[in-house]
């Protein structure tokens, strides 16, 4: 079935009366992930008390588009895509039948028959689509190998920019200039821009990268994907394609460093366990009199007039001890950062202990 929930009722309704005489019904959905939230919903109940068998087919990823509880009280098999091998031999037993010999004049090369199936993306009837464009083209001749390589040029990949495989491109595109690997991320991006996805959003997902995997390894890399983005928002494609290729190399090859995007989420995991701690007086504002009364900015030392600008006090909330959330790399500019960082800790730790002395005397 393919209608909606009245459908459902009404095929359910029945179901419940063959069920009476010992019968039992199996209902096949083809594109279930078509019905909403609330649809899928009005199977529940009949699936669960074995009114209904439901079998349900889809070409999307069930986890996003089935509801939990449905999908928790069904099986998954996954048909996986057939092999070239396999849509070859398709072709050979279509093209060899007496049935295509009586309608087409044609002859197909196994050169065309291999483009075909490597163009296929394992889909069979996308193969028979072709084949049949390619014997109407021939006519009475050969569906020759660079026949079937012309069609297949002008053919779109196969993707879903709002689906599972939109995702999984862009995964693959992440995890490769991660890795370092500039060839596999140039593929992916090329298959990605070539599938129709909007330019736009790989690049805002290479400004993420650039924070996120690069860092302060190498500052540069966000200023280089921001500027991919206004490079393709000036000249759109295809030449602000090459800007956005040029970004992606760009991050392939930067040292990477994860340092900061660790330490925003320690920062945030411990804000939400310790709730609103105050302001600690001496690093709040006294702009009145009635502030300055209540100690407010009291004890607090301006950096600029210290030795070294080097200030003793605590600024974290008070009760709160100082915790290091950021831990630099020792990747690219961050080792310098890393050296930087630790020479700060020393002299504010050896400036606290004088301070100490000072204030026993």
Request: neutral net charge; aromatic residues 6%; hydrophobic residues 40%.
């Amino acid at each position: 079935m393919t209608g909606g929930v009245k459908d459902v009722r009404k095929i359910v309704a029945e179901a419940a009366l063959r069920r009476d005489t010992g019968q039992g019904t199996m209902l096949f959905v083809d594109e279930i992930h078509r019905f909403n939230r609330s649809q899928q919903d009005a199977f529940l109940p009949h699936v669960e008390d074995g009114t209904i068998r439901l079998v349900g087919a889809t070409t999307e990823n069930p986890s996003f588009h089935v509801n939990a509880p449905l999908l928790s009280r069904c099986s998954v098999y996954v048909l996986e895509p057939l092999q070239a091998f396999d849509l070859v031999e398709m072709v050979k037993r279509i093209v060899s039948s007496d049935k295509f010999r009586n309608k087409c004049a044609s002859s197909v090369s196994a050169e065309a028959m291999e483009v075909m199936a490597a163009a296929a993306d394992g889909d069979a009837r996308r193969c028979l689509n072709m084949l049949e464009q390619l014997v109407g083209i021939a006519g009475s001749g050969v569906v020759s190998g660079q026949m079937a390589a012309d069609l297949v040029q002008a053919a779109p990949l196969l993707y879903d920019n709002s689906g599972e495989e939109h995702y999984n491109l862009i995964s693959a595109l992440h995890k490769s200039m991660r890795s370092s690997d500039v060839d596999a991320s140039l593929y992916w991006l090329a298959r990605m821009i070539a599938s129709g996805e909007d330019p736009l959003y790989i690049g805002r997902r290479m400004i993420r990268f650039a924070s996120e995997d690069i860092g302060l390894a190498d500052p540069s890399a966000l200023t280089i994907a921001m500027r991919s983005v206004d490079a393709y928002r000036f000249l759109g494609s295809p030449e602000g394609d090459l800007a956005l290729a040029e970004a992606v190399v760009y991050m392939a090859l930067a040292p990477k460093s994860n340092s900061v995007y660790a330490a925003w989420k320690k920062v945030l995991k411990t804000m939400r366990s310790m709730g609103s701690l105050r302001v600690p007086l001496h690093l709040r504002n006294a702009p009145t009199a009635l502030m300055k009364k209540l100690e407010y900015g009291k004890g607090y030392q301006y950096a600029h007039e210290q030795n070294g600008g080097i200030v003793t006090h605590n600024n974290l909330p008070d009760g709160m001890k100082e915790i290091q959330f950021y831990k630099p790399s020792d990747s690219g500019r961050e080792a310098r950062i890393s050296q930087e960082l630790e020479r700060w800790k020393r002299t504010r730790l050896e400036a606290r202990k004088n301070e100490r002395n000072k204030n026993d005397r």
